[in-house]
């Protein structure tokens, strides 16, 4: 048997015909198709999740800190994805890295994320993050790159 992305020749397939394989391989497997699914969108979260760290130039035993768990933990959301309860938190963390990726140079970002911000009371998107106010911490990042507010 060939690997899912690959077919008989070798030839790596595209996503459509890897999943129309995978799909008639197990279609009468909905416990298994569901499975899969559920498997790969953690995958993808853990990987958004790593993504996120890296951007904000934080070690494993800084977001463990941040999210008040082990170190340990985070290595397994990294692997896994993190446990649904903490899909939001990090979802809101994923769309401010994009904000600062796309707003910012990339090696500023970990500098930028630990500064007080004046328009926050002083305080960090870090610590906004540490008392896990995700939310503010996106609502910033869209408030700072509101271009069309600034004056001439």
């Known amino acids: 048997m060939h690997a899912v992305g690959t077919n008989d020749t070798g030839r790596v397939v595209g996503p459509e015909e890897a999943a129309d394989r995978t799909f008639a391989a197990h279609e009468q497997d909905g416990a298994w198709l569901d499975a899969f ?14 993504h996120t760290i890296e951007v904000w130039g934080l070690s494993q035993a800084e977001v463990a800190r941040l999210f008040g768990v082990s170190r340990q933990a985070v290595g397994k959301w990294l692997r896994r994805g993190a446990p649904p309860e903490r899909a939001g938190a990090i979802a809101d963390l994923s769309a401010a890295s994009d904000l600062l990726v796309h707003h910012l140079k990339r090696d500023r970002i970990p500098a930028v994320v630990r500064r007080p911000i004046p328009a926050l009371g ?10 896990g106010e995700t939310r503010t911490v996106l609502a910033a ?8 507010r600034a004056h001439a």
């Open 37 to 50: 699914t559920e498997r790969l969108d953690r995958r993808r979260r853990g990987a958004s999740f790593a």
């Open 122 to 131: 002083g305080e960090s998107l870090v610590a906004l993050w540490e008392r």
């Open 141 to 148: 990042c869209r408030d700072m790159f509101r271009f069309d």
